[in-house]
């Protein structure tokens, strides 16, 4: 069983506001992945890291940043919240082999 | 870009009914998973398939990886409420990285 964490669970605020999404694993894991979805559509990856100091953007362009000062933690931060960028995000992370992921609960936010 | 098509996109069916889920792709893959997720929640790993011609069975589950590790399917047997969501597979590439198919929305009624 996964043990990866994310908060808040839901949030809603408005245009402008500088959020953060708090993701947590307790596995050790490395590898850690932040994906966008809309609801009943397939997921996106739009950051990725490979350790500590390490940090990659996906397939899909996006505006937030990320960081990963520690194995444990990495948080997605949007400086200027947008209508846009309501959707729900997924933090994952992966052991080395055969690479499956395991996911949090996800944030669903919504920007008014 | 590495891409999955999942079929059907949709599929609504009785309790009691078999269903099979295919994930198709023009890549070759390492491995596959395929996951199932709930409404507001984050996908749940059901099975992960590394080798060519795999078969894997969970239950009522069925999974098959292709001879050519392009393709796979879900095979469900006697399919129960319980078993409605979204059904996604992902292919492992280069790096770990995960590309996911667009995915199945299952509904199963009484």
């Known amino acids: 069983e996964a043990d990866i964490y994310q908060t808040p669970r839901y949030l809603v605020i408005g245009t402008g506001k500088k959020i953060t999404l708090e993701c947590s694993q307790t596995?050790?894991?490395?590898?850690m992945y932040w994906y966008q979805q809309d609801p009943g559509m397939e997921l996106h990856l739009i950051h990725y890291?490979?350790?500590?100091?390490?940090?990659e953007k996906g397939d899909l362009s996006s505006e937030s940043t990320v960081s990963r000062i520690r194995t444990e933690h990495f948080p997605l931060t949007l400086e200027s919240a947008r209508p846009s960028h309501t959707s729900q995000y997924l933090c994952?992370?992966?052991?080395?082999?055969?690479?499956?992921?395991?996911f949090g609960p996800g944030t669903r936010l919504t920007v008014l | 870009t590495q891409l999955l098509k999942q079929s059907p996109q949709f599929l609504s069916i009785q309790e009691g009914e078999n269903l099979t889920v295919y994930c198709n792709s023009s890549?070759?893959?390492?491995?596959l998973q395929w996951y199932r997720q709930e409404p507001g929640e984050g996908p749940v790993l059901l099975v992960t398939?590394?080798?060519?011609?795999e078969v894997k069975k969970l239950k009522r589950l069925t999974f098959q990886f292709g001879d050519a590790r392009k393709d796979s399917s879900l095979h469900i047997t006697a399919a129960q409420p319980g078993d409605t969501g979204l059904y996604l597979c992902?292919?492992?590439?280069?790096?770990?990285?995960?590309?996911f198919g667009t995915g199945t929305q299952l509904k199963v009624e009484l």
């Open positions: 890291s490979y350790g500590v100091n390490s940090t």
């Open positions: 596995m050790g894991h490395d590898k």
């Open positions: 890549s070759v893959f390492s491995s």
């Open positions: 398939v590394v080798t060519g011609g």
């Open positions: 992902a292919g492992t590439g280069g790096g770990n990285k995960l590309t």
């Open positions: 994952a992370s992966s052991a080395p082999v055969p690479g499956t992921q395991y």
